[in-house]
């Protein structure tokens, strides 16, 4: 599990070991919106995201990996991908 890989990191290289286990989660589509890539870039989560026709690029620095799970939280890297990008594009109108 990655939480307990960087549990000794530094905050930088905990940020980019996070966005690369994200990176590495294997999502197309999301709702009406179609995933053209996931990378890690520079330590941040590069999410490009196709929806009306256009392109647009996001970027998350420090993502999540956790999830809520009942009165508790787990690791779950495509389910903590799925929220964030339903939270920044429902905020973007995309």
Avoid: C, W
């Avoid at 905050?11 to 995933?35: F, G, M, P, Q, S």
């Avoid at 490009?48 to 690029?57: A, D, L, Y």
């Avoid at 779950?76 to 973007?92: M, V």
Wanted: glycine share 4%; no cysteine; aromatic share 6%.
């Amino acid at each position: 599990m990655i939480k307990d890989l960087i549990s000794t990191m530094s905050a930088k290289e905990k940020h980019k070991e996070k966005a690369k286990a994200l990176a590495k989660v294997k999502l197309t589509k999301l709702d009406k919106y179609d995933i053209e890539s996931i990378s890690e870039e520079n330590g941040l989560l590069k999410v490009i995201v196709k929806g009306q026709g256009k392109r647009n690029p996001f970027f998350f620095k420090n993502p999540p990996i956790m999830v809520p799970d009942g009165d508790d939280f787990k690791e779950d890297h495509e389910e903590a991908l799925k929220q964030i990008l339903l939270q920044t594009l429902s905020l973007k109108n995309v």
